[in-house]
């Protein structure tokens, strides 16, 4: 899956729109910017970490500074809306071999 792992984390930034996905770098922010020199809008992107020994529960954590988005109510790290959840977890399973 990436190369950089983390404490058996991978970093990962989704493109909900375009349904990809970047990991392999040390910072969200870092994936984010590929993304977005290649033609991502941020408003699609997600921050995400990988847990690829974990079980399908604790596979995907939705923790990464670049979610904090006040003008789209999302005041956390994490991701707020369900909706974009499950978008963020159908790009994974697509993309993602377990």
């Keep these: 899956m990436s190369s950089k792992t983390?404490?058996?984390l991978v970093k990962a930034v989704v493109d909900i729109d375009k349904e990809i996905m970047v990991v392999d770098a040390e910072l969200h922010a870092d994936e984010e910017k590929f993304l977005l020199d290649n033609g991502?809008?941020?408003i699609n992107l997600w921050g995400i970490n990988l847990y690829?020994?974990?079980s399908e529960d604790g596979f995907i954590e939705f923790d990464?500074?670049?979610n904090i988005r006040p003008r789209?109510?999302?005041f956390?790290?994490?991701v707020d809306s369900e909706e974009?959840?499950?978008k963020i977890i159908k790009v994974v399973n697509k993309?993602?071999?377990r």
């Design 6 to 8: 983390f404490g058996g």
């Design 40 to 42: 991502s809008n941020q």
């Design 52 to 54: 690829p020994d974990m």
């Design 64 to 66: 990464s500074m670049i």
């Design 72 to 74: 789209l109510n999302n």
């Design 76 to 78: 956390s790290r994490g």
């Design 84 to 86: 974009i959840r499950k």
């Design 95 to 97: 993309l993602v071999k």
